[in-house]
């Protein structure tokens, strides 16, 4: 008994010890990253978590601006925001994989403090029924027209007059950190945001300017809504393990997250378990959470596998359920 109790203390010690020596080493800088008064460009910003983004940004005080095709999506955007807030929003249509517009765009808006890069589109399917040109507009909007938003903004963002600290957030997905049934495209594209993101946070971060990748599970939007009427029932199955969240909830982690300037924003706990499990190089401000990382790693990696086999069963079940009739 003994003996388990001092080689758990030993376990703990160690990489706390070692931690505080990185601490001392590193000591890493809390950041702020105000939103009152700053201009917050959303992409995605006439619908679903980029319209509550909006709304949020809005009634806490920022400059907002909006992007999307729809005029008319936009249009209704804004006027619900006029409604809630009494703020007018600037509104820009374009398509971000025509970089020439959005470039047009982030130019007439004017300097940016805070970029969500949000837009996305997702259709699931078995990638053996999916057509090429499904998998290439889901490449293309959602990681293609990332690099367009950011390669458009990021030169006036490096001058930006007022010189607080800056973001650049970026919509990932659950479907970003683990593989699901259904989204070999879409998971593909937002597993490629955080190589993105990784990279560019080291190249920017002489800027004061700090990456922020957000992960949320199913979230009620309209796009969610296109997406059930459609979808592989092992998607659901698989991606049910994480529950549905509301717009609003994941705006404000979203907005939380940039303002604390996190690297990666969990939203709800099976994605705070998600992120522990799959927090592998990537930058980490808080000494609290970098030790909640460490001394949590091999539990978590159980914790995944377990959540691997039930999954895998399903798919079993539902192969030999499927086989019968
Ligand atoms: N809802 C969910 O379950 C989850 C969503 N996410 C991610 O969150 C983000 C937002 O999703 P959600 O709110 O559900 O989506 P919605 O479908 O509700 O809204 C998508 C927004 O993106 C805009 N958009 C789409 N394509 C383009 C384009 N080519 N150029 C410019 N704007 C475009 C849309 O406007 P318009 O069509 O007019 O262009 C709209 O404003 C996405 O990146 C998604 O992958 C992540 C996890 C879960
Ligand atoms: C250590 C163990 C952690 C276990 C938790 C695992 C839960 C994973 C569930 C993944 C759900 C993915 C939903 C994607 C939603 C999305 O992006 C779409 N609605 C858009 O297509």
New binding site residues.
Partial sequence: MALVLLSLLLLLLLPLSLLFLLYLIVRPKPVKIPIKNRHVFI????????LALAHRAAQEGARVSI????LQ?LEEAKQSIHLATGIEVATFS????DFDAVKKAVDEAGPIDVLVV?????VAQELENQELDEIKFMID??LI?SFNMIKAALPQMKKRPNSGPASIAL????AGQVGIYGYTAYSAS?FALRGLAEALQQEVIGDDIHVTLIF????E????E?ENKRKPQLTSIIAGSSGVMK?EEVAKKTLNGIKSGSFIVPCNFEGLLLSLATSGLSPQRSVLMAFVEVVTAGLLRLAGLCFQWNWYGSIQSWHAQNKRT
């Avoid at 374009?94 to 994989?97: G, K, P, S």
């Avoid at 919509?171 to 659950?174: I, K, P």
């Avoid at 949320?216 to 979230?219: E, I, K, R």
């Fill in positions: 992409t995605g910003g006439s619908s679903g978590i980029g992007l999307a095709r729809s999506k374009a398509d971000v994989r949000n837009q996305g589109v997702f909007v959602n027209g919509m990932s997905s659950q937002k949320p599970p199913d979230t939007t309209p796009g969610l296109e717009a």
